[in-house]
Every structure is written in structure tokens, then in C-alpha cells.
């Protein structure tokens, strides 16, 4: 027979298996909706390069793993057409970006975070305003800007639209914002000036910030189709985008095998960006909050 005292032990006891139960059901959703999430992620970049490994012979939608794999479609592409002047002008717009929105973003999130000028906060709200608007709103403006500049058809007008992103702003001036103003009283106490602060002080603590802005600029301009699309009209200035275009259209090609090898080609230099500075970008997340 039970005294009060052993079930008055034993109420806890259930309470907390009950509890242990719960978390476990509650931890296995979790967990299920991850593997869910992954699989919708990463399924369609799986069968892109199961397709570009299927050989000649084999139907595309015939089973889900090819019964025999071969890196030929890759060679195909490299023959099909000029895949290293595409990649080369591509990698120039890359690079033009990632230097310019580094430069251009980390002034403009420094000057909107610490310099007390008169109307900093107008000028904010506006670069906010602008988020707003899609880029198709203010493409023929842009169109008509470039063409004017004489810019069409080069390499140049391609890469200055997007030399500075507004978000890449709000994304560092968020960073410079969560830096101490201590640490900023004690560089000045220190004699430092200005530009010594913003290069010797504020951008080694954004160094995660950098590496958002980094990932984006280049993500952004390696994968940008529509607006080297309006752009360009010589095949010796298309990226790499418009390549894969052109190897998707062209009639005498026409394989599926060839386009998911051309994609997943495109796809390899992001995948080892991303990996290389994964661990300053997930730092950066943290620090590039947009704060308003």
C-alpha cells in the first residue's frame, strides 16, 4: 500500500516523463521539418547533376541515379561553346562587384552610423525607401542612363548598376553600429583621425559584414541574366548566364544532359566561395541586423 508521501513522489515523477515524451515529439518535428527543408533545397541541384553525369545513351527521366555515369557531358560543354571567355567575363563583372559594394558599402554604412551630418537621417529613410522598389520598376531608366554613357555592349555597363547595393549599406552600418563607442572615444583620445578610425578600428570588427557583402556582390553578379540580357549584343562580351542561354537554345544541342552540366558548372565557383568564407559569413549575419 502507497503512503502519502511515496505518491505524492511518484505525481513528479510521471509529470516529468511526460515532459521528457514531449520534448522528444517536439525535438523529431524539428528535426523531420530540417530534413524536409533540405530536401526541397537541395533536391533539384541533386538531380541537376545526376542528369549532367547521365551518358548519351541513357533517358533523362529514366530512374533517379544513371546506370552509367560519365564526366563527358562536362567536356561536351567546354567544346559546345567558348565556356572560358564567358567565364572570364563574368568573373571581371564578379570581381568589379565584390571590389566596389566592399568599398562603396563600407563608406556608406560608416558615414550613416557614426558621422553626425545634417540630415543623415532623411537621406536613411530614402536608401530604405528605395528597397522597396523591384529592379524591373527602374530598368529602362537604367537602360536609357547606360546607353546614354555609351556604356551598351560592354562589360562596364553590365557592372554599374549594381556597383553598390543599398542593402550591402544597411548590412554594414549595421555592423558599425554594434562596435563599442568606447572603443571609438579611446581612438580619438589616441590621436587617431578620421579614415585611421573607419580603416584600423571599425573594419577589422566588421570583418563578418565584409564577408556577407562578399558572398552577395558576387552571388549577385555571377548570377545575373536579365540585365546582361538587355545589355550585351556581342557574344564576345555575354557571361556566363547568357552562355548557358544560348547552349539551352541552340538546335543543333538541345540536350538536357549539356544544359545541367553547363548549370552545374556555373554553380561550383558560388558553392566554393560560400564554403571558403562560411565561417565569417554566419558571423556576419549576426553583426549585418539591419537596425533602423
Known amino acids: 500500500m502507497n503512503t502519502p508521501s511515496s505518491a505524492g513522489t511518484d505525481r513528479p515523477d510521471r509529470r516529468t516523463a511526460a515532459g521528457r515524451g514531449h520534448h522528444r515529439i517536439a525535438l523529431a518535428g524539428r528535426y523531420a521539418t530540417l530534413l524536409l527543408v533540405l530536401v526541397v533545397m537541395l533536391g533539384p541541384i541533386v538531380w541537376q547533376f545526376l542528369t549532367s553525369i547521365r551518358g548519351r ?6 530512374g533517379v541515379l544513371p546506370t552509367r555515369p560519365t564526366l563527358d557531358n ?3 560543354v567546354a567544346e559546345s561553346f567558348p565556356l572560358a571567355q564567358y567565364v572570364g567575363n563574368t568573373l571581371t563583372v564578379a570581381v568589379l562587384a565584390i571590389t566596389s559594394n566592399m568599398l ?4 556608406g554604412g560608416y558615414a550613416l552610423s557614426r558621422a553626425a551630418w545634417k540630415g543623415r ?3 536613411f529613410t530614402v ?12 530598368m529602362i531608366s537604367m537602360f536609357l542612363t547606360v546607353r546614354e554613357m555609351g556604356l551598351v555592349d560592354t562589360l562596364i555597363g553590365v557592372w554599374l548598376p549594381g556597383a553598390v547595393s543599398v542593402l550591402n549599406i544597411m548590412i554594414m552600418r549595421a555592423a558599425f ?20 578610425r573607419f580603416t584600423r578600428v571599425f573594419l577589422p570588427a566588421a570583418k563578418g559584414a565584409l564577408a556577407v557583402v562578399c558572398i552577395t556582390s558576387f552571388m549577385g553578379a555571377w548570377d545575373d541574366f536579365l540585365w546582361p540580357l538587355l545589355v550585351l549584343t556581342n557574344s564576345d562580351h555575354y557571361t556566363l ?7 539551352a537554345g541552340a538546335t543543333t544541342v538541345n540536350d538536357q544532359r549539356l544544359v545541367a552540366a553547363g548549370a552545374m558548372a556555373a554553380l561550383v565557383p558560388m558553392m566554393l566561395l560560400f564554403f571558403a568564407l562560411q565561417r565569417f559569413f554566419f558571423k556576419g549575419v549576426g553583426e549585418g541586423a539591419v537596425k533602423i
Not at 548566364?241 to 547552349?247: A, I, N, R, V
Open 104 to 107: 562603396f558599402a563600407a563608406m
Open 121 to 123: 537621417r532623411i537621406v
Open 177 to 196: 553600429l554594434a562596435v563599442p563607442r568606447e572603443v571609438e572615444e579611446a581612438a580619438v583620445l589616441d590621436g587617431a583621425g578620421e579614415w585611421t
Open 74 to 76: 562536362y567536356v561536351r
Open 57 to 62: 545513351t541513357e533517358n533523362v527521366y529514366d
Open 127 to 138: 536608401l530604405v525607401a528605395t528597397l522597396m522598389f523591384p529592379f524591373e520598376s527602374v
Open 241 to 247: 548566364q547568357l552562355g548557358l542561354k544560348t547552349l
